[in-house]
């Protein structure tokens, strides 16, 4: 289970970069593992996306289709293991899963980071990504972590326009 392999040990590095928890992920039966998985593989609705480096498994994220907003995307589990960053992993996975939302036909992809994260505030800009406010809980309960909104609008591709075309300045 692979997967779920990524997933705990996203959550042992960087407990506070997610919502769930090490304990609550650890809980999920073997079946529920399998089903994200095969979700993830064969649906625009949902996405797995993993990312090998040196031919072992280095890095996952995960994306699906927020109840009642088939024009959005949202981004999570978002997570490279420490000796894959800098290899350009994390680009990798970002790109499939920006590439897996325009083929979806989204006009947007949401996603969620810890404010302190600066590493991964840097990826998803250099990405295109723009917050959107400051920083968050997740829910009504203050005790609850908090995440900064982030948002990278989908536009559709234009051509460039003619070389011969007249420039206005």
């Known amino acids: 289970m692979l997967l ?11 407990p506070s970069a997610f919502w769930q928890t090490l304990a609550e992920a ?21 996405l797995v996306a993993i990312v090998a480096v040196a031919g072992e ?3 996952m ?5 927020p109840v009642g907003r088939p024009w959005l995307r949202e981004l999570g589990a978002m997570w490279v293991a420490p000796e894959a960053r800098g290899t350009g992993a994390a680009d990798t996975l970002l790109a499939t899963a920006i590439d897996w939302a ?9 996603l969620w980071v810890v404010p302190g994260n600066r590493p991964a505030r840097r990826l998803y800009a250099r990405h295109g990504f723009l917050v959107l406010g400051g920083p968050k809980p997740v829910t009504d309960d ?5 995440f900064v909104p982030m948002l990278l609008p989908l536009y ?7 070389a011969d075309s007249p420039r206005f300045g």
Request: hydrophobic share 45%.
């Open 4 to 14: 779920r392999r990524l997933r705990l040990a996203a959550l042992t590095d960087a």
């Open 26 to 46: 650890s809980a999920l039966p073997a079946e529920e593992w399998d089903a994200r998985a095969r979700a993830g593989a064969y649906s625009s609705a949902d």
């Open 57 to 59: 498994a280095a890095g």
């Open 61 to 65: 994220v995960q994306g699906f289709t």
């Open 102 to 110: 325009r083929q979806a036909g989204a006009e947007a992809v949401k």
């Open 142 to 146: 203050p005790t609850v972590k908090v």
């Open 156 to 162: 559709p591709a234009r051509p460039p326009p003619p």
